[in-house]
């Protein structure tokens, strides 16, 4: 009799609705050997038009990863190779997960240094903006960071604050740690030298987004402040309408220190600020025309 994972070639995103995983951290094998060509293929285009991208676009720190790694760019990665390079760095490793896995296993996965990273691969149609998080947007987009620790011990650290909160039941925190970990591990922008370039790993997996972080004129860009990042509401599914803007990569470092229990604490009863919204404390940037998005809006408010 078939298991679960046998029945998952490792390109198909899965259903977890009904889905009972076998393990009770969630993990899969991720079933290297069922690639095909044209997936590996698939991985080969996303590479090459992503490092081509991101010169003058990705921080420094960035592509200093994908050199230093370094990360297999002809084929999907082998996920056990791939986690003896980085375990070698920064102790590391990364873990398959059949898709987007519960917040609580997620983040207890982050916070003992394992990134689970789903399996498949977007489709041919979905190469330049891929809604959900796939193998490319997973390991291209977040691994070359963590070879190091300033955003290793970050992220390890969001996991260790967001399971300690779910075993409090402290649903608020868990809110405020899921926004920051959004607005940075996943779409964080930061000041260098020559400008402002992008760390996030859905900017950097998608050539989409980092055209349009980068070069509209549509998104607000602001500079961050922990306190306004957790008051923010987000949407994973599209585009931003408000980037954060570090200062510096080190500004991490006092980010992961943060007593989120009681900054939560004096947030309590202080609205939240809604996509798009700027208020009058922000150090904008950018001021976004938001164009993209009030386009999409007649089209929302039919369906």
Not at 150 to 158: A, E, K, P, R, V
């Amino acid at each position: 009799m078939s298991s679960q994972k046998d029945l998952i070639a490792p390109a198909d995103p899965v259903n977890l609705e009904n889905y009972q995983p076998e393990r009770p951290d969630w993990t899969i094998d991720q079933g290297w050997e069922r690639y095909t060509e044209q997936e590996h293929a698939t991985w080969r285009t996303l590479y090459q038009r992503m490092t081509k991208l991101m010169k003058g676009r990705a921080c420094e720190l960035f592509e200093r990863g994908i050199r230093e790694l370094p990360m297999d760019s002809d084929q999907i990665p082998n996920f056990v190779e791939l986690s003896e390079r980085l375990h070698k760095h920064s102790g590391w490793t990364v873990v398959a997960v059949p898709g987007l896995v519960p917040d609580h296993i997620f983040f207890e996965h982050l916070a003992n240094r394992r990134f689970p990273s789903g399996c498949y691969i977007r489709r041919p149609h979905e190469m330049d903006y891929q809604e959900y998080p796939d193998v490319f947007h997973d390991i291209f987009g977040h691994i070359p960071l963590l070879m190091y620790p300033l955003m290793g011990d970050f992220i390890q650290s969001c996991g260790q604050a967001a399971v300690k909160a779910h075993q409090l039941k402290q649903d608020d925190v868990l809110e405020r740690i899921a926004r920051l970990y959004w607005y940075i591990v996943e779409v964080g922008l930061v000041q260098e030298e020559d400008g402002i370039r992008s760390f996030g790993a859905a900017i950097a997996s998608s050539e989409k987004e980092i055209l349009f972080a980068l070069e509209n004129p549509s998104p607000n860009l602001v500079k961050f402040d922990a306190k306004r990042v957790m008051r923010s509401e987000f949407w994973i599914y599209d585009l931003q309408q408000t980037y954060f803007v570090l200062k510096d990569m080190n500004e991490l470092i006092r980010i992961a220190h943060l007593n989120l229990d009681a900054m939560t604490a004096e947030l309590k009863g202080i609205p939240d600020i809604e996509l798009g919204d700027l208020v009058s404390e922000d150090h904008v940037l950018q001021r976004g025309t938001l164009h993209y998005h009030e386009q999409k809006q007649p089209q929302a408010t039919a369906a």
